[in-house]
């Protein structure tokens, strides 16, 4: 059975930094592009962040380009999101599936960005 575990959310002071982790389990990870979503209170999950399967393509939504970097260890099966310079606004719990969302949700990893 396919186990998506979110991890390493938090409370963080506007202008901070935080990483975030997305454990694969039991699938063949390396196969799939991947995409970091978001959903924050009273609002739809979005894309944030996308990643081909290899690493060597990314892409990010405007409001966190140049902000999120996206990576994966595909020998690990897991996925990172360094999120710096971290503002209000990207208060939301992140999740992350593949492209399609085959996946089973995770419980995600809240993420709170306030003074």
């Known amino acids: 059975q396919v186990q998506v575990v979110e991890s390493g959310g938090g409370l963080v002071q506007p202008g901070g930094s935080m990483r975030l982790s997305c454990q694969v389990s039991g699938s063949t990870f390396s196969n799939y592009n991947m995409t970091w979503y978001r959903q924050s209170s009273g609002n739809r999950r979005e894309v944030v962040a996308w990643i081909s399967a290899g690493g060597e393509i990314r892409n990010y939504i405007d409001a966190v380009r140049g902000r999120f970097t996206a990576s994966r260890d595909n020998g690990r099966n897991i996925m990172f999101l360094q999120m710096n310079n971290l503002k209000p606004g990207d208060t939301a719990v992140y999740f992350c599936?593949?492209?399609?969302?085959?996946?089973?949700w995770g419980q995600g990893t809240q993420v709170i960005v306030s003074s």
């Open positions: 599936n593949t492209e399609a969302r085959t996946l089973d």
